[in-house]
Structure formats: structure tokens, C-alpha cells
């Protein structure tokens, strides 16, 4: 069984910065890819960066220059640095992985950590 766990999330002010971070563990082949998604209240929950294995990276439009997705493999961990921090960055933030558990799924199959609530407020 894979488990992500999120931690980082909390209350800061705007223009501020926070480091998200989620270590995966339990059984699995490898990662494909870690990243974060995140749902404001009424809102979708919609991607904010993935960094594949190979240490290609994506991020939604409206976090970059700002935001800066990286992973550790040994530790199994991906981080979420968050700079210049806004009030709309306020939301659940959700760790996804993407994991090759056995040769049956060679794309891998979708893991989601509980969430870490971020608070973008003065």
C-alpha cells in the first residue's frame, strides 16, 4: 500500500514563502512522477507542479516564477517551494504521486496525500 504525507501547510502573509513537503512510502517500483494539486474552497482542485523522475518539471501558469517543485529520490519526498506568496495561492494542497506498483500498471497509478491547508492572509 503507498502513502503520501503532506506537511508545511500553514498561515502566512502575503508576498511571503513556505515549503510544502510530502514523503511517499510503502510498496511500489518506482516514482514517475511527484507534484502538488490544490483545491480552493468551491474551487476544483487543479495542478500546481509535477517533476517526473527524470527531473522534467510542469506548473500552472499562475505559479511560475514563484513556485519551484524539486524532489529528493532517496528520501522518496517532493517539496513545494513557494515564494511571493498571494491570497488566491490560498487553498488545500494536495501531494500527488504517480507510482509503478507492479509490471501490470507500466504507466503507474494516481496516489493522493490527505492535504495540507495553506492560508495566504495579513
Known amino acids: 500500500q503507498v502513502q503520501l504525507v503532506e506537511s508545511g501547510g500553514c498561515l502566512v502573509q502575503p508576498v511571503g514563502s513556505l515549503r510544502l513537503s510530502c514523503t511517499a512510502s510503502?510498496?511500489?517500483?518506482?516514482?514517475?512522477?511527484m507534484g502538488w494539486y490544490r483545491q480552493a474552497p468551491g474551487a476544483q482542485r487543479d495542478l500546481v507542479a509535477v517533476i517526473t523522475s527524470g527531473g522534467s518539471t510542469t506548473y500552472a501558469d499562475s505559479v511560475k516564477g514563484r513556485f519551484t517543485v524539486s524532489r529528493d529520490a532517496a528520501k522518496r519526498t517532493v517539496y513545494l517551494q513557494m515564494n511571493s506568496l498571494k491570497s488566491e495561492d490560498t487553498a488545500v494542497y494536495y501531494c500527488?504521486?504517480?507510482?509503478?506498483?507492479?509490471?501490470?500498471?507500466?504507466?503507474?497509478?494516481?496516489?493522493w496525500g490527505k492535504g495540507t491547508l495553506v492560508t495566504v492572509s495579513s
Open positions: 510503502g510498496s511500489f517500483f518506482r516514482i514517475a512522477a
Open positions: 500527488n504521486g504517480r507510482m509503478i506498483v507492479d509490471v501490470t500498471e507500466p504507466s503507474g497509478m494516481d496516489y
